[in-house]
């Protein structure tokens, strides 16, 4: 879904099921699957006799709302969404519509940090999904259970959960999921160090992808490509795998992942010693995330901006980046990069006092 930590940055976004326009993805991460149903509350009044919605409706409606909020950043709104998606599914025994409730609560959870949480309630969505022999739905939480054990550095049982998927997807002929669990997989590779494996299996994807006609999940590949790039430190290959990305996004006017692709080419720049443009691309970014509201976001490019403008020897703009990434990571419930944002605060606080000294 690009994708957190400083170099390479991590997304806060996860995976939607969906249309190109209704899916965004991680950049530099796994890419989870989040249960979206937008089938029936948008449809034309105009069109469409007036009545009520049934309450398995309404569960669509929460969760396509959830999601919405989930895109802001705004866990806490999603997770009243999909709570309540979930409580009213059982009500009327919708089991898929409490699955994906399931599916997209966990992964809310693991994004918080709450791996145990969120390995629950994937578990339970997965013995759903497999008694209404959802195989979407199976593979897609297989994906996820997987991301589970990759953030807990247990590589063996994530691999075990992405072949397992990859399995599934075959067999149902998913290929958007099988491109994601060979996705998961190169990223797996990534992180243990085997860059040529990760490298065919970022391919593989990118080839289904792009057979099929996946437009946004190729910019995901393209994305992971270019992060690969930047490990073995090859700056100006990911910027033009950067560039690509940005290409497909502009494309299909998804202004979050243009932003994203910004934020990369801005970290790739960085990488090269180019302030400049790291900081042009920064600000660009900073001014979507802005608009969307996406307060996560917003605090990361914030500390980013920062990093940069210390590097460049701008320490009034750092400041003021690293207060501002402090107020924005703060309210986000960002508790780690909060850290992060006043303890570089301090730092520049000391060194302006030393250099006042005689």
């Not at 919405?68 to 705004?74: A, E, F, L, S």
């Not at 999904?129 to 195989?135: F, T, V």
């Not at 934020?263 to 995330?289: E, P, V």
């Not at 986000?332 to 000294?357: F, V």
Request: a negative charge.
């Amino acid at each position: 879904m690009k994708g957190e930590s400083i170099i390479p940055y991590r997304s806060l976004d996860s995976r939607f099921r969906g249309n190109d326009k209704e899916k965004r993805r991680n950049d530099f991460s796994w890419m989870l699957a989040f249960a979206f149903t937008a089938t029936i509350v948008f449809t034309s009044c105009a069109t469409t006799a007036s009545r009520p919605p049934t309450r398995a409706e309404r569960v669509d409606e929460l969760l396509a709302l959830g999601t919405n909020d989930y895109r802001k950043g705004d866990y806490r709104a999603a997770l009243v969404r999909f709570d309540e998606a979930f409580e009213t599914s059982v009500s009327v025994d919708y089991r898929k519509g409490a699955a994906d409730a399931l599916n997209n609560i966990a992964t809310i959870r693991l994004r918080q940090g709450n791996q145990d949480e969120a390995f629950r309630n994937y578990e339970a969505a997965l013995d759903i999904y497999r008694k209404i022999d959802n195989g979407d739905g199976v593979a897609t939480t297989l994906l996820n259970i997987g991301a589970v054990y990759s953030a807990r550095s247990d590589a063996e049982k994530a691999n075990h959960y992405y072949q397992m998927a990859l399995d599934t997807a075959k067999a149902k002929k998913l290929k958007t999921l099988e491109a994601k669990a060979l996705n998961n997989m190169g990223l797996l590779m990534k992180e243990q160090g085997e860059l040529q494996k990760a490298l065919e299996l970022y391919g593989q994807s990118l080839a289904i992808n792009e057979r099929e006609g996946n437009m946004a999940a190729t910019a995901d590949n393209l994305n992971n490509l270019g992060t690969l790039a930047l490990t073995t430190g090859d700056a100006d290959a990911a910027i033009e795998y950067f560039n690509r990305a940005l290409e497909i996004d502009r494309k299909l006017e998804i202004p979050e992942a243009i932003a994203i692709d910004l934020f990369n080419i801005a970290s790739a720049s960085h990488t090269k010693g180019d302030y400049q443009s790291a900081l042009d691309h920064y600000g660009r970014a900073l001014a979507i995330f802005d608009v969307a509201s996406n307060k996560p976001r917003v605090a990361e490019t914030l500390y980013r901006i920062g990093i940069v403008s210390e590097n460049a020897g701008d320490r009034e703009k750092a400041f003021e980046s690293f207060k501002a990434a402090f107020e924005a990571a703060s309210a986000a419930g960002l508790d780690s990069l909060a850290r992060q944002a006043q303890s570089k605060l301090s730092e520049l606080s000391s060194i302006g006092e030393m250099g006042t000294n005689p």
